[in-house]
């Protein structure tokens, strides 16, 4: 099994639904995080969590939302999508203790087309 | 502008040497790294270079960090059709949310 699991793996819906991404991982690690990724425009942050209490937003949070249920566990919703929300959707976590490399562990994506 | 750049596309002939360059702008940026993307699956970890560190080898891999002109490079030597992929530059700034910053990408394609 995967360490960073994201359902679903695509999805198409309309514009105006709300849609749930969710993120869960069996690293143990902390640090959570949600990027989206659109061609020739690279990894940009949406939110990130260090720990189950905490949310913070990252470059691009308009029209999102998270939720950290646990430690494994962290979802990112589209309340309402719109079109140009159509894009690819990492999860990653990270163990970083306050030195170090931080490495990220990505998810496979989610892929998701906003008609 | 960018905090992380690097070109969008290589092309190189198998068996030949890639190399993808990065320019980075923040100064006490303490880890560079270089991810890689392949098609339909998530960013893995390539490799990582300290700054106080110039080069960094592993196998086919080379890895060179002029901390003056801010500037990384990656190397892969003997280049194969499964080295395609999108490669990643990122660093990891010395302050704040210590949240890797990462690059557009490159677009590595291997030809026969």
């Known amino acids: 099994d995967a360490d960073v699991t994201q359902t679903p793996r695509n999805r198409i819906t309309k514009t105006g639904k709300r849609i749930m991404l969710e993120c869960s991982q069996t690293k143990g690690h902390d640090r959570m995080y949600w990027y989206r990724q659109d061609p020739g425009l690279g990894l940009r942050l949406i939110y990130y969590?260090?720990?189950?209490?905490?949310?913070n937003k990252g470059e691009i949070s308009d029209g999102y939302s998270v939720s950290r249920q646990a430690q494994a566990k962290f979802s990112l919703s589209l309340e309402s999508a719109i079109p140009n929300q159509t894009a690819l959707y990492f999860c990653?976590?990270?163990?970083?203790?306050?030195?170090?490399?931080?490495?990220?562990?990505f998810g496979a994506g989610s892929r998701l087309t906003v008609l | 502008g960018e905090d992380v750049e690097q070109s969008l596309f290589l092309s190189v002939r198998e068996g030949d040497s890639s190399v993808i360059n990065c320019t980075y702008t923040d100064s006490s940026s303490t880890y560079l790294y270089w991810y890689k993307q392949e098609p339909g699956a998530g960013l893995q970890l390539l490799t990582y270079?300290?700054?106080?560190?110039d080069m960094k080898q592993d196998q086919r891999l080379t890895v060179l960090l002029n901390k003056k002109d801010k500037h990384l490079s990656l190397r892969i030597a003997d280049t194969q059709t499964g080295d395609s992929a999108i490669y990643f530059c990122a660093e990891k700034a010395g302050g704040g949310s210590y949240i890797p910053t990462f690059g557009r990408g490159t677009s590595l394609i291997v030809h026969p």
């Open positions: 270079i300290f700054s106080n560190m």
């Open positions: 990653a976590t990270s163990d970083w203790q306050g030195s170090g490399a931080n490495v990220l562990t």
């Open positions: 969590s260090f720990d189950v209490k905490d949310i």
